[in-house]
């Protein structure tokens, strides 16, 4: 008879739960295949997990590109492929990101969001010199120290939220001599942007009550908001991201502290999510569909009719990027990636939906554009669940230069490795 | 820093009741059927769902009641067509039965809801915040622990008061003796998957407006859970309560002192747990587990 404290099958139990909990972590994918002569495109994004929210977004965004695309006769008159899957992880997505290059011999990699997964896809794209549009990613370091000759970004950078957002805070003198209380998301993205926004807040004379690492699977707030209240700073900072952000809001409400918010990443679909009476705060945006351009107009309304819903910042990015790589193949008659890279580095312009024409900026392939500030509607104002805050005018204003916010050579040095 | 030391012990302690309605039900199945249920999330994330849906209809006091019942139905005939099958089977079947559950569940949320968050307010009589001294706490959060309460202490009375609750504890030790005695432990079974999975329902329900509705949530909270069953030791009630509020005095106080260790301060209490007692502090010793 088995007399050890703990029997095999108590033991088997705990390992088999153990095993599925890191069984959970792998996804599912959605594969369409069909025509061999199309053109194909792949897509990663995560599309469960904390990210998955901002994923479902990206996911219609692509579609409805290459659905226009394929209307308007696909490149050089061959239909576009789209191969989409969700990228999960880091380890996931660099398998992934494999075995479209390899297997499906896609032309491009468009998507993701998180920073850590971006890294791992830019890497494989880099090795078999595939191209990689980041949609979502706002890491400084993928457009500094990790930056990649194929690796060209739609979506802003850490810098440019906290330079578009900062101009909010200078202008409500919410920064020289104050104190800020900075929570941040435990992971790459996290740690990057926190030390842009350190940069900012020290040049312009401001120090921290405290900055505090969230784990990004925390759910309960209430131990960090007991600590602000505490604390009492001039300003709570928030550089979480997905869904972390809306329980924030809603908890830091829930716990009804006086501290004004402000945020130096966001993304539309989390606000929608949490909705009206939860949401608090100045926050910064790439893109919104209170932009009135006729060409932001077309997205928003085929968008709406298509998905019942209007599109955001995310569902933007990944549809833009889808347009612009097939705008370059286009122009350029072909989809070799290299042709397609000096191009762009030549300073090529693109609607980018958006009042002023963007370019990929040639040392660091960082899409140059104009970005937003928001801040919440009283609760009165709001007509539908869709309609949460107000735009702001864009920044940099029109006679600035459209460089003015992104990092320079100096903060965010690139050396394309050949 | 005495005070502020003493907030979050007590705030921790009241935290622990988010884990404590799942973890219950979770031991429940367990001990009763030799079953580890990894779909006890997806019932936590039915009743949140069902509760956004009902609530438009008859409100949120009516969603907390209709929403548990109406994820015990389904409890019911998950139990009659699928777990019934597996109670006296390899543990490794049920495993895998539960885990393509929970994953079947997840994308059907998914599918159904969307990947994106629903929007679910806390109702606004409950909103605000109640000062106690200079503790504040939120009161919809005073709701919630004494609902979570009012459930454990059913439970408990249920257990070891009733006629019922003889015959579980009983089949619990000894089904083969309970079968010798002529009583059936499929009725009490079902009852128990039933409760158990009512149990995560109104967690769900409650905890919806503060931790946001989405299909990954009963993913998110089950690990968790898993770790104060752990903790408290398998089987045992009092010690999943025990477990429910350590853990939650342990995050506090992590978040206090090193807040990157804030969810890994679990896994680091279950580790030393099971190096020193491998039963969890009170599991019982269960013959047929051993």
């Not at chain 1, 019942?308 to 990944?318: H, I, L, R, T, Y």
């Not at chain 2, 128990?192 to 931790?211: C, F, M, N, Q, Y």
């Amino acid at each position: 008879m088995d007399r050890s404290p703990v029997s095999r099958r108590r033991r088997e139990v705990l390992k088999g739960v153990g095993a599925a909990t890191a069984l959970g972590t792998l996804g599912f994918p959605a594969i369409v295949r069909s025509q061999s002569d199309a053109i194909r495109f792949g897509h990663l994004t995560p599309r469960t997990g904390f990210l998955g929210p901002l994923g479902e977004y990206a996911v219609m965004g692509v579609n409805l590109a290459v659905d226009e695309l394929n209307a308007a006769g696909g490149i050089m008159g061959r239909k576009i492929e789209l191969i989409a899957e969700d990228s999960v992880n880091p380890q996931t997505a660099s398998t992934k990101a494999e075995r479209l290059i390899e297997r499906d011999k896609v032309v491009v990699i468009i998507g993701e969001i998180s920073s850590a997964s971006g890294l791992a896809i830019a890497q494989v794209a880099q090795r078999n010199r595939t191209l990689f549009f980041n949609t979502g990613c706002n890491s400084d370091e993928l457009r500094g120290k990790s930056c990649n000759r194929y690796m060209f970004h739609t979506e802003a950078a850490n810098s440019m939220y906290v330079g578009a957002e900062g101009q909010a805070l200078l202008r409500d003198g919410m920064v020289k001599g104050k104190k800020w209380y900075s929570l941040t998301a435990d992971y790459a993205f996290g740690h990057d942007l926190l030390k842009v926004a350190k940069r900012f807040m020290t040049a312009n004379g401001g120090t921290f009550a405290a900055d505090e690492l969230v784990p990004t699977d925390a759910a309960d707030f209430s131990p960090y908001l007991l600590k602000i209240r505490n604390a009492k700073p001039d300003l709570v900072i928030s550089n979480l991201a997905g869904a972390q952000i809306g329980n924030f809001m809603k908890q830091y409400l829930e716990f009804g502290l006086p501290f004004p918010v402000a945020g130096f990443g966001f993304d539309t679909a989390i606000a929608w999510g949490v909705g009206k009476g939860n949401v608090t705060g100045t926050w910064p945006l790439v893109w919104d569909s209170q932009v009135k351009t006729p060409a932001a107009q077309r997205f928003t309304d085929a968008f709406t009719k298509k998905y019942g819903k209007p599109p955001e910042n995310q569902a933007w990015g990944d549809y833009l990027s889808t347009k612009h790589v097939a705008q370059a193949m286009n122009e350029l008659k072909t989809t070799d990636s290299t042709k397609i890279v000096e191009h762009l580095e030549k300073g090529a312009k693109f609607d980018v939906l958006k009042t002023r024409e963007g370019y990929y900026r040639n040392w660091d392939h960082q899409l140059m554009q104009e970005m937003y500030t928001i801040t919440f509607k009283p609760a009165a104002e709001v007509k539908d669940k869709w309609d949460l805050f107000n735009l702001s005018a864009p920044v940099p204003v029109a006679n600035q230069s459209l460089e003015l916010l992104a990092p320079t050579r100096e903060e965010n040095n690139c050396t394309m490795p050949t | 820093m005495f005070i502020e030391i003493l907030e979050q012990v007590l705030n921790g302690l009241l935290a622990g009741a988010y884990y404590l309605l799942i973890a219950l039900g979770l031991t429940l199945i367990f001990s009763l059927g030799g079953l580890v249920n990894l779909a006890h999330g997806a019932f936590y994330a039915f009743g949140a769902y069902f509760a956004v849906k009902l609530a438009d209809t008859v409100g949120f006091g009516g969603a907390l009641i209709l929403s548990p019942i109406a994820v015990a139905m389904i409890g019911l005939i998950v139990e009659r067509f699928l777990f019934r099958r597996f109670y006296r089977e390899d543990p490794a079947l049920g495993l895998l039965l539960t885990f393509g559950l929970a994953m079947v569940a997840e994308q059907s949320l998914r599918w159904i809801f969307g990947a994106a968050p629903i929007p679910f307010s806390i109702p606004p009589v409950l909103k605000g915040q109640v000062l106690i001294g200079d503790f504040i706490y939120s009161k919809y959060r005073l709701l919630m622990l004494v609902v979570a309460a009012a459930a454990v202490g059913g439970l408990w009375v249920l257990l070891r008061r009733t006629p019922f609750g003889r015959v579980v504890r009983a089949g619990v030790q000894n089904p083969d003796m309970v079968a010798a005695l002529g009583i059936s432990l499929k009725p009490y079974m079902a009852s128990v998957v039933a409760l158990a999975v009512a149990l995560a329902a109104l967690a769900g329900v409650l905890l919806a407006p503060i931790s946001g509705v989405h299909p990954a949530m009963g993913a998110d909270i089950l690990t968790a859970s898993f770790v104060v069953v752990v903790i408290g030791g398998l089987g045992s009630f009092w010690g999943v309560v025990w477990a429910a509020l350590i853990v939650g005095v342990v995050r506090g106080l992590t978040i206090y002192f090193f807040p990157p260790a804030a969810e890994a301060s679990m896994y680091l209490l279950m580790l030393l747990v099971l190096l020193f007692r491998p039963r969890g502090l009170f599991g019982e010793r269960i013959a047929r587990f051993e």
